[in-house]
């Protein structure tokens, strides 16, 4: 008997693994800062929160997200009021967390087939 891995739902991108320094998507293990859509995998260029404006939140909502989880590292950060009003006139719900809940957050989110996207400091 052979068995074969399933994927999941048409093979999403879910997130398999986290540490400090790393996530797994799809066996691919990612080492940056990274925006995760069910259907894409974009860097993000980020190295730590301190480098995040409201001018990178366009880069999350061009992928159509029903909602946005922002993930800061191993700390919960508030982001700077420019950023929380970019988030805020986006028209699109969101959340911010620590990096490996938002992971969590994420997988659950796109198993019930909501279109979350994720960006996360790693």
Known sequence: MKFTEDLGASAQNYITGIDSDHVVVQRKKINASYIIAPDALVE??????????SEHIPLITALKPEVI???????????DKPILKALVESGIGYEIMTTSAACRTYNILIAEDRRAVVALII
Not at 45 to 51: A, L, M, N, R, V
Not at 69 to 79: D, F, K
């Open 44 to 53: 993000w260029g980020i190295k730590s929160f301190d480098e995040i404006t």
């Open 69 to 79: 989880i922002l993930g800061t590292g191993e700390r919960h950060i508030i982001p």
